[in-house]
């Protein structure tokens, strides 16, 4: 499919507009535009330059069949600072995620992976995860893992890489291939329905108004703009969830070691306390991420204090019981000493837990509010959303990015189909398929991540034993854990 051309006729555009859907398009923010200038017409318009967006671009620009395409990318941030991103090779952002072998191999597809600054991704190889009030644990980790049989890459869990690794590496693909019309640092102002004239008819069309006043019109406007979309807001699209009354408490911190499984064995560790788990991913060397999910008060406190303290604070999270946890949260200041008492009397196998924190990365220690969300459809008349502004997820399962990277794949075959099949890219007819794709499968993600936060904030009763029963059962399972695993991995 060609890209369209600034002037259409209207019996050209007639043909796309779905009137059985003028229902739902009432439903929509409609704001009479008051510019007379005809707005430039794009096949696809995306809002949002994050991982979700970028990765689109990229796949259809490098597609054959919808390389013709006209795309437009609108961003409010300075792409440009993105672009030229660098760091220290000791220092790490404290945005990193968690990509699956699957979400690699797409990035790898669609040429993006090379772009990445490969010494800073951080393969992982085993995953501990223990119960912090009955010290149950499941391992995570490949068979063959530990042993010459399987190489380093068939035994890899996932990669861990800085957002801004991923984000530049797709834009240095996205200039290397082309054609992509880029309006950066630019906020949008307005998203309505288009007008009818007498040459043109771009009633059933978005269109999205940008500062200074230039306005584009889309075949496909998707929404990968993130949990406050102003796109799917456009589109009428309701979003249900809720909050969990916890903070995500983030930081870049440096270990005493490489790792008990030493440079070429990565460990994740993770222990599921009362008020939230509490994960450390390996970075290269001796960094880590750390992940803490607890409640705001908490995550206050550890904000407050020294990086003394703050250290001692997250060494404390795997080694001590909740009870004592939850008093040294009490204390302003002291905690190192506090620990080190603490430690001569709690009992614990070292091999089995992160090693020591040594230090942590100044200005990394930050936090943001944990919810869960699910917009009721992922797609409207000439409207599809992506990532956050589809879904938001609690981060204890690490699956948020690879979530977006999976709606992104999908939709850009669903795209892929209709072009080569002579197809409306816009419709909901032909936008079905995606949908279909992905929504069931978020959906389960979503509510078993849901469920385990509730289930480990149980403290006390029967439902500790149940759970911590179930661990060990699964444990022991070998096929039932390979299956979680290949599923978590976005495998089949």
């Excluded at 220092?91 to 072998?101: A, D, E, G, M, W």
């Excluded at 190889?125 to 119960?131: A, G, K, L, S």
């Excluded at 009955?134 to 890899?156: A, E, N």
């Excluded at 709690?346 to 230090?359: A, K, S």
């Amino acid at each position: 499919m060609r890209g369209l051309k600034p002037a259409i006729a209207r019996s050209a555009l007639r043909r796309y507009n779905c009137q059985s859907c003028a229902c739902f398009l009432q439903t929509r923010r409609h704001f009479t535009a008051t510019a007379p200038e005809t707005p430039e017409i794009f096949d696809v318009v995306c809002v949002g330059g994050g991982p979700a967006g970028l990765s689109l671009l990229t796949a259809l620009r490098a597609l054959g069949s919808t390389s013709n395409l006209k795309v437009a990318l609108i961003e409010s941030q300075d792409l440009g600072r993105t672009r030229t991103w660098n760091l220290p090779p000791d220092q790490y952002s404290n945005r990193v995620s968690s990509l699956t072998p699957s979400s690699v191999a797409f990035l790898e597809g669609i040429g993006a992976w090379r772009h990445i600054q490969s010494s800073r991704v951080q393969s992982y190889h085993e995953m501990q995860v223990w119960d912090g009030v009955s010290g149950s644990r499941i391992s995570f980790d490949w068979p063959g893992t530990g042993s010459v049989s399987r190489s380093s890459q068939d035994k890899t869990i996932a990669y861990m890489t800085e957002n801004l690794n991923l984000t530049s590496a797709l834009l240095a693909r996205l200039e290397e291939l082309g054609g992509l019309t880029v309006l950066d640092n630019t906020r949008v102002n307005d998203i309505h329905l288009g007008e009818e004239t007498e040459t043109l008819n771009l009633s059933l069309w978005p269109v999205v108004e940008v500062a200074g006043g230039r306005r584009l019109a889309a075949r496909l406007l998707v929404g990968a703009d993130g949990a406050n979309s102003p796109v799917r807001t456009f589109a009428g699209i309701k979003s249900r969830g809720w909050d969990y009354e916890r903070h995500g408490l983030v930081a870049t911190v440096r270990l005493e070691g490489e790792c008990w499984g030493g440079t070429n064995e990565k460990v994740a560790y993770q222990r599921f306390l009362p008020t939230g788990p509490v994960a450390l991913l390996p970075l290269p060397g001796g960094f880590s991420t750390l992940v803490w999910s607890t409640l705001p008060s908490h995550a206050a406190l550890l904000k407050s204090l020294s990086p003394t303290d703050f250290i001692a604070m997250v060494n404390a999270a795997f080694r001590l019981s909740p009870v004592d946890l939850n008093y040294m949260h009490t204390q302003h200041q002291g905690q190192a000493e506090e620990l080190s008492w603490r430690e001569q009397h709690t009992r614990f196998d070292v091999q089995r837990i992160p090693q020591r924190i040594v230090g942590v990365q100044e200005g990394t220690i930050t936090s943001f509010p944990l919810k869960m969300r699910h917009a009721d459809t992922y797609i409207g008349e000439r409207v599809a959303l992506v990532g956050d502004a589809a879904h938001t997820v609690h981060p204890l399962a690490g699956q948020g990015l690879n979530q977006g990277q999976g709606d992104v794949q999908s939709l850009a075959k669903t795209i892929e189909y209709a072009v080569t099949h002579g197809q409306d890219i816009g419709t909901q007819l032909s936008l079905e398929p995606y949908v279909a794709d992905r929504y069931a499968t978020n959906n389960l993600l979503l509510g078993i991540v849901d469920k385990l936060h509730k289930l480990y904030g149980v403290q006390s009763g029967p439902v500790v034993a149940l759970r911590s029963w179930g661990l060990q059962a699964v444990d022991a399972m070998g096929g039932l854990k390979g299956f979680l695993m290949r599923q978590a991995a976005g495998g089949s």
